[in-house]
Structure formats: C-alpha cells, structure tokens
C-alpha cells in the first residue's frame, strides 16, 4: 500500500509560520496529484490547496496569498508553507496523494492528520 507520513504542525501565534511535510511511500509508480485538506471541529473538511505532478495549483479563496504549496516529485514529497497564519486556520490538516501504484491500480491515500493550532 501507498503510506503518507506528515509532519510539521503545531502551536503557533497569530501572523506567524509552520511549514507542513508529506512523503509517500510504497508501491508508487507515479502520482498524478497531490494536496492538502483541513478539518475544524463540527466542520466539513475542506480543501486547502492542490497540486498535480506537474506543477499545476490550486487554493481555496481563505488562504489565497498565505499559503504555498510546492513539491519535489522525484521524492514524492508535498509541501505547505502557511504564513500569516490566522486563528480560523486551526485545523487538522490531512495530506492526500493520488496516482498508480507499480501494480498498475490507482491509489487515493491519507496522511494520519497533523494539529495546526493558530493562537491570538
């Protein structure tokens, strides 16, 4: 199976940083898309930013020219760098990587989550 490990999350004050990691590992043959997703208690999770194997992003409207996403394909590593981080963006926030794995099936795998808390 394809396994997503993050890291990077935890207790930051308003205006400040955290940079956010995932790597895939497993029987991956290639990836066709990578992002990262929130959720807040008695919340929907959401999408917060997307990005395809070449290069192609995307953000929801709330953290649009905050956040980053980037990644390193030939580590099948996803990144997200959120700054000016604001109290509405605690969250857990869950890394989620789709593609073929090398036995030719597609795969839709979910990292364990990792606590974003943004304090006033």
């Known amino acids: 199976q394809v396994r997503l490990v993050e890291s990077g999350g935890g207790l930051v004050q308003a205006g400040g940083s955290l940079r956010l990691s995932c790597a895939a590992s497993?029987?991956?043959?290639?990836?066709?898309?990578m992002g990262w997703h929130r959720q807040a208690p008695g919340k929907q999770r959401e999408l917060v930013a997307h990005?395809?194997?070449?290069?192609?992003?995307n953000y929801t409207d709330s953290v649009k020219g905050r956040f980053t996403i980037s990644r390193d394909n030939a580590k099948n590593t996803v990144f997200l760098q959120m700054n000016s981080l604001k109290p509405d963006d605690t969250a857990v926030y869950f890394c989620?990587?789709?593609?073929?794995?090398?036995?030719?099936?597609?795969?839709?795998?979910w990292g364990q989550g990792t606590q974003v808390t943004v304090s006033s």
């Open positions: 497993g029987a991956v043959l290639n990836i066709e898309a």
């Open positions: 989620n990587v789709k593609g073929t794995t090398t036995w030719l099936t597609l795969f839709n795998s």
């Open positions: 990005i395809t194997s070449g290069g192609t992003t």
